[in-house]
């Protein structure tokens, strides 16, 4: 095929460009697939896939995925992210914008590769990835009044793990909780309000009924029915792939504390 310039091609609309350019898309895209599918192989064959995990629990049919989205921070540096970026939060030193957000939603169109995951509570001023200075695709975020671990949010919380790679899970309480609040006074409410009484019921029983308390109770309760109630967690944790801590968030400071 013969080519012009690429004035010549502006000025009289030619596809002679475009056309060559198609043909070499395809070949890119012939070739793309072919190291795809050797890097896919190669990386199954170096760190394994996510199947010792997976097996049993009806999601192996998942496990390639999880073989190509493994964060490589250990669990230890996982947490140390989340806290650095806590930090730099309440400093009000951000970096996460100076991400470029074009690529970032592009690298994740199709695939998700979060290094950890954060059970929070729903209340509008918890935005988890602002105060942890994280961006799109970083932190798999799971959100429920109270920041109580539902079988529901159970379940999504083992996708992170077993199929996305998280290595830290944080259950992550906060000041002036209203699901805390609201189980602490126990009052009759509308609608199912009152069905996140149970859950929360013995971090007040705990704590006394002092509200700081029973919130961070709380936090370290759920953070406990994690460990013991998933076997997906559990294998995780047995294996060294994963730690599970609970927090407190003050809304006051932006500051983020461990809680033992």
Known sequence: MTLHSSEECRVAACLCHARADAGELRAMRDANAINLSRRGLLRAALTGTAAGVLAGTGLEVLAPTAARAQSTLSPAAALQTLMDGNKRFVERKPTHFEEDLAILKQNTVEKQEPFASVLSCADSRVPVELLFDQSIGHVFVNRVAGNIATS?????????????????????????????????????????????????????????????????????????????????????????????????????????????
């Open 152 to 260: 529901e949010i159970i379940a999504s919380i083992e996708y992170g793990i077993a199929v996305l790679g998280t290595r830290v899970m944080m259950v992550l309480g906060h000041s002036s909780c209203g699901a805390v609040k609201a189980s602490i006074a126990a009052k009759a409410v509308p609608g199912q309000i009152s069905s996140l009484y149970r859950y929360i019921r013995p971090a007040v029983d705990e704590a006394g009924g002092d509200l700081v308390g029973s919130t961070k109770a709380n936090a370290r309760i759920q953070a406990k029915l994690l460990r013991e109630s998933s076997p997906v967690v559990a294998a995780a944790l047995k294996d060294g792939k994963l730690d599970v801590v609970a927090a407190y968030y003050d809304l006051a400071s932006g500051k983020v504390s461990l809680l033992g």
